[in-house]
């Protein structure tokens, strides 16, 4: 929570996800007393009004939509899960803005910025400071570094604890601690929008593995790196089976995907059950 002026705004998260704000005059604050057991309690209810729901991609930080005043608003974000633009329930758009490379918005088409608070993936600006919150310290746009040291020090991989990641056009950290990064590996593994499923699993006999289009690949990357299962070769992979088919690899779909840390770095893609059982010694 925080109070800005004559405002209290208060937020609900859902571990690191912000699901609902909203906010109400401080005049209307409950008070704290004291019940006939001496137990503290509010003498009221908390107001809720003004309320926004936000709304993500299924296990991402990458914003779909915002829900408030009974109209729903739709979301669309970049590459690296920024928001860039914003349309109404009738397909107008209402709100659009250009980043740098540091995160700091150098464009804003209808000068409602705040409209969407959300800037690199997993930051939250907070309006009255200009800096944005990354969960566990605050990021300043206008330099390009937290205000703070990394909490995770070294383990994060950069001599520079106030940094931000090496490369921000490829590379983000949603929770400023992140001790590895992610690539998209040049886009290499997605699957193109202008073929069908059947076009793509045959391309993958002599070309690139490729995901399914509804993944979200940083996450299941991510999460297989922290939760998979360490190869037997001595490399630093991590492979792991999924019960739905999560790609394509060697002309047939597959349930199974290695990722790969190179300088940490991760980047993976699906792969076949021979490679699977050849990578974990399985018979």
């Not at 970049?78 to 107008?92: N, T």
């Not at 909490?151 to 490369?167: K, T, W």
């Not at 699957?191 to 499923?197: D, E, I, L, R, T």
Request: aromatic share 14%.
């Amino acid at each position: 929570a925080k109070i800005v002026h004559t405002k209290i705004y208060r937020y609900l998260w859902d571990g690191n996800v912000l699901l609902h704000e909203w906010h109400y005059q401080r005049a209307r604050r409950p008070k704290v007393i004291t019940d006939e057991l001496g137990m503290l309690m509010l003498d009221r209810p908390e107001p809720v009004e003004n309320l926004t729901t936000w709304v993500y991609e299924e296990g991402s930080l990458v914003p779909t939509a915002k829900l408030c005043e009974g109209k729903s608003y739709s979301i669309v974000s970049d590459y690296l899960g920024r928001p860039a633009q914003a349309y109404d329930d009738k397909g107008e758009l209402v709100w659009q803005v250009e980043f740098d490379i540091y995160g700091r918005i150098r464009e804003d088409t209808f000068n409602n910025q705040p409209f969407i608070p959300f800037r690199q993936l997993g930051q939250y600006e907070d309006v009255e400071t200009g800096l944005y919150y990354n969960r566990f310290r605050y990021y300043n746009p206008e330099t390009g570094l937290y205000i703070s040291q990394d909490p995770i020090g070294l383990a994060g991989n950069n001599p520079n604890f106030y940094a931000y990641v090496h490369d921000s056009n490829a590379w983000v950290d949603p929770f400023g601690f992140d001790p590895v990064n992610w690539t998209p590996h040049g886009f290499k593994h997605f699957p193109p929008k202008n073929k069908s499923w059947a076009e793509i699993v045959k391309s993958t006999k002599n070309g690139p593995a490729k995901y399914i289009s509804e993944i979200d690949v940083e996450n299941l990357e991510r999460t297989i790196w922290k939760e998979g299962t360490p190869v037997t070769n001595g490399k630093n992979w991590k492979v792991m089976e999924f019960n739905d088919i999560i790609g394509a690899s060697e002309g047939k779909p597959t349930n199974f995907v290695r990722v790969e840390n190179s300088g940490n770095t991760i980047h993976g893609h699906p792969i076949s059950k021979s490679e699977f059982k050849k990578l974990t010694k399985c018979k």
